[in-house]
């Protein structure tokens, strides 16, 4: 069956290395907790047509199918771990496996990632990854315990992926460096992981930007019951995303796929994480404030608008 | 935007117990593993028109999207514990996700096991389900300890679901309450959790009954380097099932979705399978022996044959 055949592809990438523990070939994978760490499991889905172009190049598809799910476990201050793979394409087609094996191989390097096992099935093409981390027991970020006065940040810049996505969609014609970069942090992103370990006992809450950077600090500010101030100013767009976002900036900030993490902490760890973003050299941005009154507030937007009551939220 | 309202048909299968465990919510699951233990991980896919037919009762296809996956954590002898769900659907059906999340929850009640996340997109319907469950350290069930002299067993009947598929496809009539019975066995497999468990330290190997006794055992043989022989009249077959394969018994044999479990033990150990049997009220059958010659032989076969070389291996 042409669909045994698939197994060549994903054998190479799933080596455990803990004596006892084991990936593909029996009935489930057997993995060993290390000592008083609590697991964190995420998933996220890539169907075609939806979340990538049907055109797209099967290497960023699989790297981004990975990187979606390592930017949650970023996001809960974990270290990723293992990952399950349930691959459904509507048939066995060399080259393509092999390119996107090679990106989620690429993608999971850095943290010597295994993939223990999952499903490959005929069908239309739709990419879940389950994406498996340790944190150590208790220490996991959420989104639930901002304060008020934290400040707020957010890691990289906004917009970027939006931009990316104007473009790829527009037939991936490029005008600048900065464009070209929009397109690679769209394909390619980046799951800010060094990040998210760093910020365990040092930021109150964390998330990961994915569906925009309002939509996701609103789901902190649910969480915790707060309400947030946010300034326009000192938002970290790129030339090029405030050239795109000009009539209407609100839309870099609503644009999806950034894999930035944003995250609330004290002020008097505002030295700490000036330190942390020069030592990991990601820019990381100071861009507002936890406050009583429920609702996000950008400063600077036309207005000054509450922007509670966007289609998002 | 409509999707999110699919939550709330899940949200209420996702109540975790354990203090400082956390499901659905945050960017993951939180989940502290028990002392001593192993994690066990699966993953199946169930997708339209391939593993099940597109008019099937969406109650069914929501409790076999989690039984199957059950099935295979029976078969590592684990306790089955948490799930995540994929689950892409081409629009929000509120009957239809009404009657899928009760199939699941019916399905996960026994083990109290929640939905611990997942991820719902919008495409062609498929449904994803990593389950996990843990096992005592060390005492997990493999494929591949099976030994020279061992019995090999398999629980309840072979091929009522391929019988069930049958009837299934020619309209879902039946004319008899065995039949019944085989549709039943399709849509609504028991997964054999508490055999499983009870075989920890017991069975020499295991492995579940999902693509055919035949193929399934085979996978026992090359991880275990060994043989076997089976006998087909001690083989479980219902009359239903022998009448549908009376032309060719080896279609009952190779025929999937029996969500049996199949295993070895030493011959020391009949008294105490033969015990368990009674206890669990699941029938329990001896159908043949290892030996060190490679290959799977069914006597009682016409010719005898080796049956290596069937599509399926």
Known sequence: MEFDLIEQYFKPLSQTTRPGDLAIGDDGALITPPENSQLVVVTDTLVSGVHFLAQANPYDIGWKSLAVN????AAMG???AFYSLALTLPSADPPW???FSRGLHDCAKPYAMPLIG???TRGPLCISVTAQAWVPKGE???RSRAKLGDDIYVSGAIGEAGLGLMLAKAGGLTSSTQEDYALTRLNRPQARVSLGLALRNLASSAIDVSDGLLADLNHILQASNLGAQLYLADIPLSDAVKNWAQANPIQALNAGDDY???FTANPNQRQVIKDLSGLLGLPIHRIGKIRQAPGLVVE????DKDVRGYEHF
């Open 260 to 262: 930035e993490l944003c």
């Open 300 to 303: 600077g937007l036309v207005g």
């Open 97 to 99: 496996l092999e390119a």
């Open 70 to 73: 390592l930017s949650d476990l």
């Open 140 to 142: 996991a970020l959420l």
């Open 118 to 120: 999952g499903d490959t």
């Open 78 to 80: 974990a270290q990723p």
